[in-house]
């Protein structure tokens, strides 16, 4: 939040404007509730998809795709959903996950989530494993739920 206000006072400035960063920069945007609806959707996560993976994965559009920034390609919701369920078979499991949402663009029945997440994952010989990623997710209200449509993620490089 802080860089897209520092950047926003940037703009300002070269406009001729003057602004100056207060306490206000730090506070939590105030989200509609519509907005809030969205957030909540990707906030469920996936904590506890072990014990209902077909309850999680019914958050997902029957039309979604994953694409990882830099991919060559996209991934499909079957090929994906195949890929967790394998990793959980490993003995893996996720036992964290918070979002910290960024933006939110509704139009109608569709949605736009622009989030900073991080999921822990406990390893089947149980190594903790903490995963940081963005994500640009697109959501359709289907029958009054929002679903994810489209997933798009950037996993930054690992700081050594």
């Not at 802080?2 to 207060?22: P, W, Y």
């Amino acid at each position: 939040m802080k860089l897209r206000t520092t950047t926003l006072a940037i703009i300002l400035l070269a406009a001729g404007g003057s602004v100056g960063l207060s306490d206000a920069s730090d506070s939590e945007p105030s989200w509609s509730d519509e907005q809030q609806e969205v957030i909540d959707a990707a906030s469920r996560g996936p904590v506890g998809i072990e014990e209902d993976f077909d309850g999680w994965a019914a958050g997902y559009h029957a039309e979604w795709s994953y694409w990882r920034l830099g991919a060559d390609s996209t991934r499909p919701r079957g090929e994906h959903m195949g890929l967790v369920r394998d990793y959980l078979g490993e003995g893996n499991r996720v036992v964290g996950f918070e979002i910290e949402a960024l933006d939110v663009i509704v139009r109608g029945d569709v949605a736009m989530l622009r989030y900073n997440a991080v999921e822990t994952i406990e390893e089947a010989d149980g190594a903790k494993r903490v995963v940081c990623f963005s994500s640009a997710s697109m959501y359709e209200k289907v029958d009054g739920r929002w679903l994810c449509l489209a997933t798009n993620i950037f996993y930054p490089p690992a700081e050594e």
